[in-house]
């Protein structure tokens, strides 16, 4: 009985309750499918396909980030005016009809031209789908609802990564011109699945709404959105420096890195829902948020001991070092969901959502540089200071939340109202 009940339980862990929460779970594999795909194929497409140059590559990704990050607010706006569904739906048909354009781009022009445009649009669409999933959902439901896309966000991620392996495999022109069709394909499909989620009311909005920029100068919650963007590190982390250690510090074979993006997945998956609960507060989310900052940094002070470790016992270090960063970025992402539920105010939501995933922007910035250069071009000691920021990092946050849950937010004179959605 014990077992079957155990099983149960993971089993509700995983798969989403019927309803609107397993819709939107639904939609998020679809589209991850596309986005994954995309992820591990792209560096070889925009050489082989397009015949750009690594250095082109480079400069236009990064232009691309710099429009991310001065759009993000502005674009979040035109979710409060137009509505959350109606931006992401026209924002995945966008999305569609660039990728459809890019096998007929023709050198480092129309290829930046494509990026940046993405960029933007993905910057929309992002913060529609956040709020889309806020609005339609009771607070008790919220973080929950986020959880379960994540862990179906990291199916897809891996279906597309099978995919891609299979294009990279055939390594032709055409396979790479498909590649991005399919994709092309997979965004339309995921706006037929958003068009058809029920459907929502309007949020009352003020009679003079604040401009687009104004929750720049809501610096309880500006204070906020950076602490809890730095904390994503976590990401660059697990992905960036943790490989370049062991290529650079270790004597563990290189398969032990596909080996732990593996286990990431799998532990995202089955894990992020159970791990998720009582973030659903601002206090309980500034807690998680505090509690994976001090995982991280205690993953800085075990990873280094890799360093002197061999054979056996240096993949055992680096697996424990792993499941730390892990149980991190599992418990801090539900941070951010708890905090993206809670603070910003019902009438403005857009711009606040924007607005907290500025600080996501600007680790996206300073992290890979900063955190390779510290963790591995020191040759190990630069992990104590690293760890020693996530820790002051961790425990700012959760004053940090206090003091703009004391603050009115700028623009909120419209009380939020239970929504029923429109089937």
Aim: positive net charge.
């Amino acid at each position: 009985m014990g077992a079957t009940e155990t099983i149960r339980t993971a089993v509700r862990d995983v798969v989403p309750p019927a309803g609107l929460t397993r819709a939107l779970a639904v939609q998020a594999m679809v589209y991850a499918v596309g986005s994954g795909l995309f992820h591990a194929g792209s560096a070889v497409f925009f050489t082989r396909a397009l015949g750009l140059s690594a250095a082109q590559v480079g400069l236009g990704l990064s232009i691309a980030a710099g429009v991310s990050l001065l759009g993000t607010v502005p674009l979040g706006g035109l979710t409060d005016r137009y509505g959350p569904q109606r931006v992401w739906v026209v924002g995945l048909v966008l999305n569609a009809a660039l990728f459809a354009t890019y096998p007929f781009v023709g050198g480092f022009a129309g290829f930046l031209a494509v990026v940046v445009a993405l960029a933007a649009v993905d910057a929309a669409v992002g913060v529609a789908r956040q709020v889309y999933s806020i609005n339609a959902l009771p607070p008790a439901e919220r973080v929950t609802a986020m959880a379960y896309q994540r862990s179906s966000l990291n199916v897809g991620f891996g279906l597309g990564a099978v995919i891609s392996g299979l294009v990279l495999a055939v390594d032709t022109i055409t396979a790479y011109r498909g590649m991005v069709w399919f994709i092309s394909t997979v965004f339309l499909v995921t706006a037929l699945f958003v068009r058809r989620l029920p459907r929502l009311p309007q949020v009352a909005r003020p009679a003079e709404p604040m401009s687009r920029l104004a929750v720049l100068r809501d610096r309880p919650f500006m204070a906020v959105s950076l602490l809890s963007g730095l904390l994503t590190a976590h990401g660059v982390l697990y992905l960036t420096v943790l490989p370049l250690w062991i290529l650079t510090h270790t004597d563990a074979p290189k398969t032990v890195i596909a080996g732990l993006v593996l286990l990431n997945t799998i532990l995202i998956v089955l894990l992020q829902v159970r791990v998720s609960r009582g973030a659903d507060t601002a206090a309980g989310a500034a807690r998680a948020s505090r509690r994976g900052g001090l995982l991280v940094a205690l993953f800085c002070l075990v990873l280094p001991i890799s360093g002197v470790t061999r054979g056996a016992l240096t993949v055992m270090v680096l697996v424990a070092a792993a499941l730390l960063l892990i149980l991190a970025e599992l418990i801090e992402s539900a941070g951010t969901w708890g905090l993206t539920a809670t603070l910003p105010p019902a009438d403005q939501r857009g711009a606040y959502v924007g607005a907290l995933g500025l600080g996501v922007q600007v680790q996206y910035l300073i992290a890979p540089a900063g955190l390779t250069a510290l963790g591995v071009s020191t040759g190990g000691w630069g992990w104590l200071p690293t760890a020693a920021i996530f820790v002051l990092v961790g425990l700012a946050i959760v004053p940090a939340v206090s003091w703009a849950e004391r603050t009115p937010r700028l623009g909120a004179e419209v009380a939020e109202q239970p929504m029923t959605p429109v089937p």
